[in-house]
Nanobody, 115 residues
């Protein structure tokens, strides 16, 4: 059975940095694109970033380009999201997912950007 375990997140001041990660077990991780999604309070779930199976291709939500970096370690079935220069509007629950809709998804990690 596929298991998605997330870690990281927390409270950070505007301009600060955080790194979140997730490990997807019992899944052919190295063969698939994987995704970071987020849901802010009162808003719909939105795409944040994705990375190709080899890690050579990435795509980002326009508002996080240049600030967030998605990466992966296929040997460890682990996905990362490095978030720099965080803004209040980045406050959300972040999810690791195998598809942008449906698929397998982690339990969510709260990221709060506030002074």
């Amino acid at each position: 059975e596929v298991h998605v375990e997330q870690s990281g997140g927390g409270l950070v001041q505007p301009g600060g940095s955080l790194n979140i990660s997730c490990t997807i077990s019992d899944f052919p991780f190295s063969k698939y694109y994987v995704y970071w999604l987020r849901q802010a309070p009162g808003k719909a779930l939105e795409f944040v970033a994705t990375i190709s199976p080899s890690g050579t291709a990435t795509r980002y939500l326009d508002s996080v380009k240049g600030r967030f970096t998605i990466s992966r370690d296929n040997a460890q079935n682990t996905l990362f999201l490095q978030m720099n220069n965080l803004k209040s509007e980045d406050t959300a629950v972040y999810y690791c997912a195998t598809l942008p809709k449906g698929g397998y998804r982690g339990q969510g990690t709260q990221v709060t950007v506030s002074s």
